[in-house]
């Protein structure tokens, strides 16, 4: 079996950049380890900045967001048991479409399955060879079989735990990470979202974030210790916990049910500089993971694939290579201010436990004086606004 470019998995990333190439007529084959079902019950992002709204016109799926997606001009942040609201278009001129990573998904596999694509699905990696050679193949598993896939390019849109930054050696791989001391608790649940713009909690007890899906269907989470198991959070108790995290004026809206997806997840930074290795390409969280505060899980995914079907589509239309020479550059400029950006927002608003030689809860006073210089600045907020509807790419 040969192909121009082999894409290792089948979630938002690969997806979209197989789309993207087979739209310039250039060959691909998505390996994805998975079923189209599994993957479409993964419930993820929700908020996405215009550069993916963009790359989502581009690959001619954008219709069905359009539709049954929301723009949003602004959301909530509330400490202190107060709420502040950030004017995104009044800041900025630019909102965030809200609009489920599952239905992007679910749109791009219809859209594949509509141009004849080749997905193969329940296709699990487990090695690349000839990774610095012209024609690298990729080793999977199919049906208990196992097969080989020769091409010209291997793109890793694999997620965290895949199998493409793995077949980079360990003496040349450069990776930082940091492992935050807590997770997200988060539910979906068949009701009206608490308010019409996605609110952001910071309290004693810990953060909470309301957001939502579309009309009748609302996402909460709250920042839970990674000892906790979601066997420990009945409804009950989660809808509690909520209300008990929320100003007063604001929890009277929240309106509860019965949850129909509940899961935990750890939060981490996490990057791996090494974007390009030989002919193999990571792309989205294989090569980068970001905890959820800021949103910017998909959105970095996007602006990857932006770069790298780009340079794909240089290569084979003008045999110009400068685009994948410059990828890894390209793409990690961004992909650190979005880790940074993540990470501030991230402490920002959680429970923190005390750093090394603090004492009476200074991390929590330094938060506080940040919230409030940041609603008394217009340059504070425009910088944060600024960041949440994303850079430039
Ligand atoms: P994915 O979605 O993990 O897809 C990788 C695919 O690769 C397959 N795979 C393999 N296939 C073949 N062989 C192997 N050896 C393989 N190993 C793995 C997997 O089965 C899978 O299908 O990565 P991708 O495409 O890079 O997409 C990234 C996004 O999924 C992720 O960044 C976001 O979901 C992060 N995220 C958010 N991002 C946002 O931009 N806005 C948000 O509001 C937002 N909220 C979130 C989030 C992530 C969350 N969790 C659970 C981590 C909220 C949460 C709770
Ligand atoms: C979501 O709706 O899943 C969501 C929204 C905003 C975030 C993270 C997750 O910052």
């Known amino acids: 079996m040969r192909t121009k470019v082999a894409i290792i998995g089948g979630g938002p990333s690969g997806l979209i950049l ?5 739209l310039q007529g250039i060959d691909n084959v998505v390996l994805e380890r998975k079923t189209q079902e599994y993957v479409l019950k993964r419930i993820r992002a929700g908020v996405l900045e215009q550069g993916l709204v963009d790359l989502l016109h581009t690959a001619e799926v954008a219709e069905p967001m359009l539709k049954n997606g929301a723009m949003h001009d602004g959301f909530q942040i509330c400490y202190n048991g107060r709420s502040a609201r950030i004017d995104l278009k009044g800041l900025v001129g630019a909102g965030v479409m809200v609009y489920g990573q599952t239905e992007i998904t679910r749109d791009l ?15 699990e990696v487990t090695n690349i060879e000839g990774i610095h050679t012209k024609q690298p193949k990729v080793h999977f598993s199919r049906g208990g079989e196992n097969h080989q896939l020769a091409c010209d390019f291997v793109v890793g849109c694999d997620g965290f735990h895949g199998a493409s930054r793995q077949a980079i050696p360990a003496g040349d791989l450069k990776t930082f990470e940091k492992v935050y001391p807590f997770g997200w608790l988060g539910i979906l649940s068949e009701t009206p979202p608490i308010s019409h713009e996605l609110i952001y909690a910071s309290h004693d007890r810990g ?23 979601v066997e420990d959070w009945s409804d009950d108790k989660f809808w509690h916990e909520l209300r008990l995290r929320l100003p007063t004026e604001v929890a009277k809206n929240l309106v509860t049910g019965p949850s129909i997806e509940k899961s935990i997840a750890p939060l981490r ?7 390009r290795y030989g002919n193999l390409f990571l792309a989205g969280d294989a090569a ?28 084979y239309h003008d045999g110009d290579e400068s685009g994948l020479d410059g990828y890894l550059e390209t793409a990690l400029k961004r992909v650190w201010k979005a880790e ?12 923190l436990p005390s750093g090394a030689g603090e004492n009476g809860d200074f991390t929590h006073r330094m938060q ?5 210089y940041i609603f008394n600045s217009p340059a504070a ?11 430039p790419y």
């Not at 930074?269 to 974007?275: K, P």
């Not at 940074?340 to 429970?351: D, E, I, Q, V, Y």
């Not at 506080?368 to 409030?372: K, P, V």
């Open 18 to 22: 197989s789309q993207l190439l087979d």
């Open 109 to 123: 596999y219809a859209a594949r399955k509509a141009m004849g694509g080749v997905i193969l699905e329940e296709a």
């Open 207 to 229: 953060f909470a974030l309301c957001s939502m899906r579309h009309s009748n269907l609302s996402r909460y989470y709250l920042q839970v210790p990674l000892s906790d198991r």
């Open 269 to 275: 930074s996490f990057v791996c500089e090494n974007m």
């Open 288 to 315: 980068h993971i970001v905890p959820p505060t800021g949103a910017k899980g998909l959105n970095l995914a996007a602006s990857d694939i932006h770069y790298l079907s780009n340079a794909l589509i240089q290569y």
């Open 340 to 351: 940074r950006f993540s990470w501030w927002m991230t402490s920002l608003l959680h429970k």
């Open 368 to 372: 506080t004086a940040e919230l409030d």
């Open 381 to 391: 907020l425009k910088s944060l606004a600024e960041n949440y509807v994303g850079l």
